[in-house]
């Protein structure tokens, strides 16, 4: 069973408090991965969907 996609490239991810910007998402093997502007890879476990931020709510 693989795991629901949290968030598109575009979107952002307040993680360790900050706030990055999602630019890639890799969802091989049903695992998804995804790249934040400052090069770091986070899985789905590392944050939750309360997390994701559209670009309209941050301004």
Do not use: H, T, W
Not at 37 to 57: A, M, P, T, Y
């Amino acid at each position: 069973m693989s795991d629901p996609i949290k968030a598109q490239p575009g979107d952002f991810i307040s993680i360790d408090q900050r706030i990055l910007r999602v630019v890639f998402v890799n969802d091989r093997d049903g695992q998804p991965q995804y790249e934040l502007e400052n090069g770091q890879c986070i899985g789905n476990r590392d944050f939750s969907f309360e997390d994701v931020l559209l670009e309209s709510e941050l301004f």
